[in-house]
């Protein structure tokens, strides 16, 4: 069976799909495509039902759960660490009244955090992800929310940290942050599912037992080319709730979005 799988080109996914994407371990009958796409459109394409597999934000789960299940594994979630709002110097969390701040798409977690953490802010225009600090930097908007490579790059662009949204978080609940995860169409007969989120285990596993393996095929596809960066990426974000995001996850999960859906279809959501 040929399946198209869509991820975002941040080294966390790439780090994680490299060895199922490239035929470094055993797929068995089932042919899969990678596809690369920034995480709004991926949300998106998903909202839309346009794709089979894909990399998805956690915000949008309540709009996706009727049409898509999430894997066990592939997931990214932050441990006091997430997106990153930054702004020029002597801009506070405390004064953000009336600012006009950059959010990456209004289906990432990066926004539903800003609507939850500063409800205050309401001028929120959507940039692509890796324009953001340099929409900061030029006055076209006062904050930003960064996600991905730049939210270790942000001081380059003579930027200071506002708040981290991950540890906002965490503060608020005691929870981890569920950023991100992979969606998969409950179309696909049950068992294929099922054998995606084992055959994504097993490329994470691979990637972690040999981390240099692969190293090129993130740089070709990350934003921000320095290994230092990629490396500190991976390791926030490739964590035991990558490779099962088990009932701690999906009770953060839970805090986050699950309360927008109803019991019977939470029940049959995680395969």
Not at 53 to 67: E, G, M, T
Not at 134 to 160: K, P
Not at 212 to 238: P, R, T, Y
Request: glycine share 8%.
């Amino acid at each position: 069976m040929k399946i198209d799988v869509c991820i975002s080109p941040c080294p966390n996914d790439t780090f994680m799909f490299h060895a199922l994407l490239n035929g470094l371990i055993d797929t068995g009958d089932l042919e899969l495509t990678p596809h690369f796409a920034d995480i709004e459109s991926l949300n998106e394409s998903l909202v839309a039902g346009d794709v089979t597999v894909s990399k998805f934000s956690y915000a949008i789960l309540p709009l996706i759960c009727d049409n898509y299940r999430v894997l066990n594994s592939g997931s990214a979630l932050g441990c006091g660490n997430g997106p990153l709002l930054v702004g020029k110097e002597g801009v506070k969390k405390d004064n953000l009244r009336g600012l006009r701040v950059a959010v990456p798409g209004k289906y990432t977690t990066a926004n539903m955090l800003m609507d939850k953490m500063f409800p205050e802010v309401t001028d929120k225009p959507e940039f692509i992800f890796s324009d953001i600090a340099d929409a900061v930097q030029s006055g076209e908007v006062d904050a930003g929310v960064l996600i991905h490579e730049g939210r270790f790059t942000y001081q380059n662009c003579g930027l200071s940290l506002i708040a981290d949204l991950g540890l906002e978080w965490e503060v608020y609940c005691g929870m981890p942050l569920p950023l991100g995860g992979i969606a998969v169409s409950r179309e696909l007969p049950y068992e294929i599912q099922r054998e995606l989120t084992i055959l994504l285990r097993q490329s994470i596993r691979y990637a972690q037992e040999n981390p240099s393996a692969s190293c090129d095929w993130i740089k070709f596809h990350a934003q921000e080319m320095d290994e230092e960066v990629i490396g500190q990426h991976i390791n926030l974000f490739v964590n035991r709730y990558s490779e099962e995001l088990g009932e701690e996850g999906r009770n953060a999960v839970k805090i986050l979005a699950g309360h927008h859906i109803p019991e019977e279809k939470w029940s049959s959501l995680f395969i």
